[in-house]
């Protein structure tokens, strides 16, 4: 089977950068979300990141212009019907991608491949909700999408071979690399990136060092490319603290216990660079 056309439900910083290398690579990519706004956001930023490449000599102009040419956006789900694989990148929230899919599904062709971005949530729960688990996958992008390499590929307990090897080759026609990884809470990135993303908000929370020093320490004392504060801020507090919540309920180990603070930051909707506050400020 053959993916041309490629579905994206949500166009937030995940689903846009997904659309981004999607189109750059070659594929028709149509892109829904709930409003014209965030539609329109969306193709803004991936004309603004395409608009990078260019400057920096990595794609032509003539390529950003085909790329574009290559999204279209819809608000209605079922016109996703159509497409050949559908990447589900919405919010963190289990019950938010339920519905979406409950909502897809009596629209999509039977051999529609489907998966979720999901950072954290359990592949074989989410496949079980859906008419195809065979079909069903786990495909998490790292964000800046477009910058970063790797491509998580997480099979659930009902996976075939024949949706893992395919999706393989899309990873490869995007010009990334593929890890897989089992269906356990948050993988292999954020099993290992969240709890450290914790531990440097406890490490705030009990004084141990302010905001800088503890940027400052991991970038010139562990070579990081963002300090770990600077990192949740740009993943956004509210998806840290799910990832958190998830590694904690599923392994049910409290050395994943979120800390306080990151929990108090997103009940005062300090999220991070979306919002303009997270533990640096933005406006
Ligand atoms: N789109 C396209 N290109 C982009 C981009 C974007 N959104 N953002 C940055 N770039 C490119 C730049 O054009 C530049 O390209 P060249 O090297 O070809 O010149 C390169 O990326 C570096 O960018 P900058 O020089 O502007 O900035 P920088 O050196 O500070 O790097 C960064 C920015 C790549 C984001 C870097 O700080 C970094 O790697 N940070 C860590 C990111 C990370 O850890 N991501 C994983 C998050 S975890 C996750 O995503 C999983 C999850 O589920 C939560």
Same mark, same amino acid.
């Given at each position: 089977?053959?993916?041309?056309?490629?579905?994206?439900?949500?166009?937030?910083?995940?689903?846009?950068?997904?659309?981004?290398?999607?189109?750059?690579?070659?594929?028709?990519?149509?892109?829904?979300?709930?409003?014209?706004?965030?539609?329109?956001?969306?193709?803004?930023?991936?004309?603004?990141?395409?608009?990078?490449?260019?400057?920096?000599?990595?794609?032509?102009?003539?390529?950003?212009?085909?790329?574009?040419?290559?999204?279209?956006?819809?608000?209605?789900?079922?016109?996703?019907?159509? %497409?050949?694989?559908?990447?589900?990148?919405?919010?963190?929230?289990?019950?938010?991608?339920?519905?979406?899919?409950?909502?897809?599904?009596?629209?999509?062709?039977? %051999?529609?491949?489907?998966?979720?971005?999901?950072?954290?949530?359990?592949?074989?729960?989410?496949?079980?909700?859906?008419?195809?688990?065979?079909?069903?996958?786990?495909?998490?992008?790292?964000?800046?999408?477009?910058?970063?390499?790797?491509?998580?590929?997480?099979?659930?307990?009902?996976?075939?071979?024949? %949706?893992?090897?395919?999706?393989?080759?899309?990873?490869?026609?995007?010009?990334?690399?593929?890890?897989?990884?089992?269906?356990?809470?948050?993988?292999?990135?954020?099993?290992?990136?969240?709890?450290?993303?914790?531990?440097?908000?406890?490490?705030?929370?009990?004084?141990?060092?302010?905001?800088?020093?503890?940027?400052?320490?991991?970038?010139?004392?562990?070579?990081?490319?963002?300090?770990?504060?600077?990192?949740?801020?740009?993943?956004?507090?509210?998806?840290?603290?799910?990832?958190?919540?998830?590694?904690?309920?599923?392994?049910?180990?409290?050395?994943?216990?979120?800390?306080?603070?990151? %929990?108090?930051?997103?009940?005062?909707?300090?999220?991070?660079?979306?919002?303009?506050?997270?533990?640096?400020?933005?406006?």
């Amino acid at each position: 089977m053959a993916i041309e056309t490629v579905g994206v439900v949500g166009a937030g910083q995940m689903g846009n950068g997904i659309a981004h290398v999607f189109a750059l690579a070659g594929y028709n990519v149509l892109l829904n979300d709930v409003s014209e706004a965030s539609l329109s956001k969306a193709l803004d930023t991936i004309g603004k990141n395409l608009d990078r490449q260019v400057s920096r000599g990595k794609i032509t102009a003539e390529e950003k212009q085909a790329a574009m040419g290559r999204i279209n956006t819809t608000m209605t789900l079922a016109d996703l019907g159509q %497409t050949d694989l559908v990447i589900e990148a919405a919010t963190e929230k289990e019950v938010v991608k339920q519905q979406i899919f409950d909502a897809l599904l009596p629209h999509l062709k039977p %051999t529609t491949i489907l998966t979720s971005n999901t950072s954290s949530i359990s592949i074989t729960r989410l496949a079980s909700r859906t008419d195809r688990p065979e079909k069903f996958m786990g495909f998490h992008f790292m964000n800046p999408v477009p910058v970063m390499q790797l491509v998580e590929l997480i099979r659930g307990i009902a996976t075939d071979q024949e %949706t893992y090897e395919l999706l393989h080759e899309v990873v490869r026609k995007l010009g990334k690399t593929a890890a897989s990884a089992e269906d356990f809470p948050a993988f292999i990135v954020n099993r290992i990136l969240m709890p450290m993303i914790n531990e440097a908000v406890y490490t705030l929370y009990e004084g141990v060092g302010s905001v800088k020093s503890i940027d400052e320490s991991m970038k010139l004392g562990a070579n990081h490319p963002m300090g770990p504060l600077e990192l949740a801020d740009f993943i956004g507090l509210d998806t840290c603290l799910a990832i958190m919540n998830v590694l904690h309920e599923g392994l049910a180990d409290t050395k994943y216990r979120p800390c306080p603070l990151m %929990t108090k930051y997103v009940e005062a909707g300090w999220l991070g660079r979306k919002t303009g506050r997270g533990f640096y400020d933005y406006r």
